[in-house]
Nanobody, 122 residues
Framework: QVQLVESGGGLVQAGGSLRLSCAAS????????MGWYRQAPGKQRELVAR???????NYADSVKGRFTGSRDNAKNTLYLQMNSLKPEDTAVYYC????????????????WGQGTQVTVSS
């Protein structure tokens, strides 16, 4: 299984920036895809950004042009750079991994981090 630890959340004013980090317990080049999700109070968890093993990235329409996902394979870390933050971006942000390779075996397991709170004040 993959353990994921997020960091970088906090309180920021509207228009500000934050960078979230997600450290993985295994080499991320072995992980099929990684992503960022968020869940606001009273709402369902939603996809923010997803990056595949090949580096293909897709974003929720609400964050396109403002958020950028990236991977540092050497540090086994996933990032989410969030710019031009809005109050509606306030949520707990979760890191996710989808499946991983170990040798010749593929494990179809999803893992979640514990979440990090992002609060954007108006």
């Amino acid at each position: 299984q993959v353990q994921l630890v997020e960091s970088g959340g906090g309180l920021v004013q509207a228009g500000g920036s934050l960078r979230l980090s997600c450290a993985a317990s295994r080499p991320i080049i072995t992980i099929n895809a990684m992503g960022w999700y968020r869940q606001a109070p009273g709402k369902q968890r939603e996809l923010v950004a997803r990056i595949t093993k090949d580096g293909n990235t897709n974003y929720a329409d609400s964050v396109k042009g403002r958020f950028t996902g990236s991977r540092d394979n050497a540090k086994n870390t996933l990032y989410l750079q969030m710019n031009s933050l809005k109050p509606e971006d306030t949520a707990v942000y979760y890191c996710n991994s989808e499946g991983y390779w170990s040798g010749q075996s593929y494990f179809r397991e999803n893992s979640w981090g514990q979440g990090t709170q992002v609060t954007v004040s108006s």
